[in-house]
């Protein structure tokens, strides 16, 4: 009897503990594969045993998968299976750099990210393909010949968000960010000195752009679509700009844009650029569709605040 009553308590015990262990912990299962540039002998992408290259562990990877990359220069372009996810050991110390310069660095897939890492000298830093959902967050993306990060459109879902958070994203050749038509959060970058826009968004985009250093860059800092698009721009520093600090064009179609709390100070030409894109000038339209509260700091910019309607046809 008494070791029955000792089995019951046992029993009771496990129960409790599978109860108390949350339902994330049993679900969310990942592998994990390891990748060091120094790796010798035999590998098999264990903590004791890690791949050399990242080709490798993206070959290995089988559905949820996380990439483990210690610091160290691996050159290679890197092409991501759907559900993969590649965390750097530093920002700084993990560089991926393209073997095959007229190819992005690395492309993603649906469900991906990629974390601590810096990528350089490809076609473009990254390119997201038309159906992905990714994630950025924390890189170094510099030096590439086209866009730092490049995002293909694909009607704005917003099941397919691309999320760029916390980034460096500097001397690229074009944009610093490009994107077709899309779902976008884009928060708390530093987009600077790229050759070409520091953020360039198509129309039909909806998108989230708050918190970000936008500096320096050759072209605006900004440039913007109101047409089918709803945005939301707050809290942004657009400096030194050598256009327009931001860019608004309207080729006729309703939209929204709202910029909110943002220093926009000393670019080459208008704080704030409306450049219409069909004929007759439509006050009340711009007026509905393009607003700025009363928060912005909007001063010192080489031809003025707010332009006039730029009437391009």
Known sequence: MQISKLKLVILILAAITIIAVPSFVLSSHKDKIYVDASAKNTQ???????????????????????????KGTYKENVKMKDKVEIYGESESGVVIEANDKSEPVVTMENETLINKVTLKNGSDGVEVKDDAKASIIECTIENNKRDGVYIKANGAEKSKMVSISNNVIKNNHSAGIYAGKRNLSISENDIINNGGDGVDIEKGSNAWIADNRINSNDKSGMKLR???????????SIRKNNREGIEISFSGVAGRIDVAKSKIIDNDRYGIARVQRFGGINNSAWNSYVTFDNKNTIESNGSGSVSGIIAIR
């Not at 990242?54 to 949820?64: C, F, R, W, Y």
């Not at 109101?226 to 942004?236: A, F, L, Q, Y």
Request: charged fraction near 25%.
């Open 226 to 236: 109101v047409d089918g698009s709803t945005i939301w721009t707050k809290g942004n």
């Open 44 to 70: 098999d992408g264990s903590v004791g045993r890690p791949y050399k290259t990242i080709e490798q562990a993206m070959k290995t990877a089988k559905g949820k998968t996380e990439i483990h990359i210690a």
